[in-house]
């Protein structure tokens, strides 16, 4: 195939990938939290909660490394801990939520229960702020992502993992009042990201994937549904991802929409492929740990080839879930020259 011209930017790359047009190469948009704080030598707490700090690090690990995109995304507490759950900070650790005293382990406090002022100091507040820095400093020069949780993973957030599992069996009106709550709350994070600049939100709903087929089609699909519905309604892309063996969902995720669907390295893009049909853009998905961290440049691009020769041009270049911190350069850099060798 003959190679174009090159792009004038990533965001133009990315965008026209997802419209279908032809592109000069394939799309580079692998996620990078610790890598990322790494790269230019800060403790990951401060990255998670210091937007200048993050956005230093992902917009010059993006120019190091040639993503086509920066993200907002750093930790899954964001929400949870505006809600007012109890959030453990570490120098040099992502925050982490308690569960042991999960903010609704009462059932009763869900009636109780606000969605955090947007406009008022807070760690939601802290990744807006992240998308408009993100957009004065770059204009268009590259893709913008914004980051909410799904459903699945919201409530459990707000719940506590193994409480929640058993609410699908004990009490499935508390479950539904719980992810009305979660998907109206991601809905207006969404929104105001975009409104500050993000083009793309990221969605993760890693939760999902521990969830049978008949909760996730009864329960948690419709949610994620109504969450793309809204990202798409606000002017806003959707990319998602649930951490995990998600083979059980696959014609699901398929039919929400999304205009990128990230798999984990657990799930086989031909089969994706094959339960998402042929216009799906599939992200992805080299072993992150196996391949990308402990292998070499020859591995991951013999495992990209892997993937590219399963999910075909509706792909884009990424790992199976975050970057490790410690994953070589020179890995790293591999994904990169496999995505200027081929084109979309």
Not at 39 to 44: A, L, M, P, T
Not at 60 to 71: I, K, Q
Request: proline share 6%; hydrophobic share 40%; charged share 25%.
């Amino acid at each position: 195939m003959q190679k174009l011209d090159p792009f004038h930017t990533g965001r133009d790359r990315v965008l026209a990938h997802l419209r279908g047009d032809p592109v000069d190469r394939l799309p580079l948009m692998p996620v990078t939290m610790m890598f990322a704080a790494d790269r230019i030598g800060v403790k990951y707490g401060e990255y998670a909660s210091d937007r200048r700090v993050l956005v230093e690090a992902q917009i010059r690990t993006a120019e190091e490394f040639g993503f086509d995109h920066v993200s907002c995304i750093s930790d899954p507490a964001r929400e949870a801990a505006d809600c007012g759950a109890r959030v453990q900070l570490f120098e040099d650790q992502p925050p982490a939520l308690d569960e042991s005293n999960a903010l609704l382990a009462d059932k009763a406090s869900l009636s109780r229960l606000k969605i955090p002022d947007l406009s008022a100091e807070g760690r939601m507040k802290d990744r807006i702020e992240a998308a408009a820095l993100f957009k004065k400093r770059l204009g268009g020069e590259k893709l913008i992502e914004g980051w909410v949780e799904g459903p699945m993973a919201m409530a459990a957030d707000l719940r506590g993992i193994n409480t929640v599992m058993l609410d699908f069996y004990e009490d499935t009106a508390f479950i539904r009042d719980l992810f009305e709550f979660g998907v109206e709350m991601e809905i207006r994070f969404a929104r105001a990201q975009i409104d500050a600049g993000v083009d793309l939100v990221g969605v993760g709903d890693a939760a999902a994937s521990l969830v049978g087929p008949h909760f996730y089609q009864e329960f948690i699909w419709p949610c994620e549904k109504r969450l793309v519905d809204g990202i798409h309604g606000a002017g806003g892309l959707v990319r998602l991802h649930i951490c995990g063996n998600t083979r059980h969902h696959l014609e699901g995720m398929g039919r929400l929409g999304c205009e990128i669907v990230d798999l984990d390295w657990k799930v086989p893009l031909s089969q994706a492929r094959e339960a998402m049909g042929p216009d799906q853009v599939l992200l992805g998905n080299i072993d992150p740990v196996q391949v990308l961290r402990n292998g070499t440049p020859e591995s991951v691009t013999h495992g990209l080839e892997e993937c590219y020769e399963q999910a075909g041009p509706r792909y884009v270049v990424g790992a199976g879930c975050e970057i490790p911190r410690d994953t070589p350069p020179e890995n790293v850099h591999a994904m990169g020259e496999f995505a200027r060798g081929a084109t979309g």
